[in-house]
Nanobody
Framework: QVQLVESGGGLVQPGGSLRVSCAAY????????MAWYRQAPGKQREMVAT???????SYTDSVKGRFTISRDNAKNVVYLQMNTLKPEDTAVYYC???????????WGPGTQVTVSS
């Protein structure tokens, strides 16, 4: 069992940057694949980025070159650095944890990111 808490969301202008964080409370953080998802009003939730325990990463095409996911296993925290933000990036961003051994999936409550002039 793990509890996830996102932070760092807010209002930013187009072209600006923002970093959201996800703190994981529990044991075995190093055995989780971590991910960021987002959901905009009227649209389905989509995967934004993933990072394995060995720090291998993947991204959806629309954010490649702009977003960077990283993790600090000592602090049990995963980050999403978002650069060159666009209005289309506006969404609630959710943290996700997948345990490689138990195959259990966990979600945070989400943090709002709004990109607007």
């Amino acid at each position: 069992q793990v509890q996830l808490v996102e932070s760092g969301g807010g209002l930013v202008q187009p072209g600006g940057s923002l970093r959201v964080s996800c703190a994981a409370y529990g044991t075995g953080f190093s055995w989780y694949v971590m991910a960021w998802y987002r959901q905009a009003p009227g649209k389905q939730r989509e995967m934004v980025a993933t990072i394995t325990p060995g720090s291998s990463t993947s991204y959806t095409d629309s954010v490649k070159g702009r977003f960077t996911i990283s993790r600090d296993n000592a602090k049990n925290v995963v980050y999403l650095q978002m650069n060159t933000l666009k209005p289309e990036d506006t969404a609630v961003y959710y943290c996700n944890a997948y345990h490689m051994s138990t195959l259990r999936n966990y979600w945070g409550p989400g943090t709002q990111v709004t990109v607007s002039s």
